[in-house]
């Protein structure tokens, strides 16, 4: 039976900007990658660089246009099947919500649509964002409770792993932005997250990969450090992924080096 990761991100781009590298390297050794995406992007900036709210950003064209690169980046990286969930953008909290704003659906609700998927593709590994960091955008938040609700609401995979932005990932993104012109102060709170970390995933071997997956997105690369890293320097920030094991069957002890360590 081959083996099977599942990833739950709040929006298209997610994926590669977050996991891009677990995904193309397990995607390399054969893994079966299930992507499940919550929302279609609709507050993401126009292809033309509109930004939402503004006279000229259709959010439906947007999230048409945003679904394609979806679609192009999943190839790049290996993705087998991707998953919509199709709920609307929520935006950044500073924001106004729209009518039906994926943070109004209920945990519950979207939790069961992402278990029955859990259930059949019947992943060992499920990935997503940190259902712990607050700072980050509040899709994302809620995309990583709804991902943890729908792991334990399934009983089937093994391992369930939040991935986790600490003080190594800043520091070398930081450092290696500055050497290209490109400045970047350090977020706080980093320590919390660093005692958090059990599991590094060294990508460098396919960071190329990650970074092609990146330039599918282009519409969204307007206000990205990674996406104006040459490829040398973005392999040296981005080449190395970390996860926060937030659920385990196995015992396998921490530190980890691998997802799947001790399922095999």
């Not at 990674?226 to 530190?255: H, I, K, N, Q, Y």
Request: charged letters at 25%; aromatic letters at 6%; one cysteine or more.
């Amino acid at each position: 039976m081959t083996r099977t990761l599942l990833a739950v991100h709040a929006h298209p781009d997610d994926e590669s900007t977050s996991t891009g590298g677990i995904l193309a390297h397990y995607a390399s050794l054969g893994t079966r990658i299930v992507l499940v995406t919550c929302t279609n992007g609709e507050l993401g900036d126009a292809p033309d660089g509109a930004e939402p709210f503004t006279p000229t950003h259709d959010p439906a064209r947007v999230a048409a246009h945003r679904l394609g690169e979806l679609q192009a980046a999943c190839r790049v990286l290996g993705v087998t099947d991707v998953e919509l969930l199709g709920y609307h953008d929520s935006g950044v909290a500073a924001w106004e919500k729209p009518p039906g704003a994926f943070v109004d659906v209920p945990v519950s609700a979207a939790a069961d649509r992402v278990a029955r998927l859990i259930e059949h593709y019947e992943p060992l590994v499920v990935v997503t964002c940190d259902a712990e960091n607050t700072a980050q955008h509040r899709d994302h938040l809620h995309a990583a409770r709804v991902a943890a609700a729908a792991f334990d609401l399934s009983a089937v995979a093994a391992k369930l792993y939040f991935k986790a932005h600490g003080r190594a990932y800043w520091e070398r993104l930081i450092r290696v932005a500055a050497s290209v012109g490109i400045h970047r102060d350090l977020p706080t709170g980093l320590d919390d997250v660093d005692r958090r970390i059990t599991t590094t995933i060294d990508t460098r071997a396919v960071t190329d990969r990650k970074r092609a997956a990146l330039h599918c997105h282009a519409s969204q690369l307007g206000s990205s450090i990674a996406g104006r890293l040459p490829p040398a320097e973005f392999a040296e920030a981005l080449g190395v992924e970390d996860f926060v094991r937030a659920r385990d069957t196995t015992g396998s002890p921490v530190p980890e080096t691998d997802l799947f360590a001790g399922l095999e």
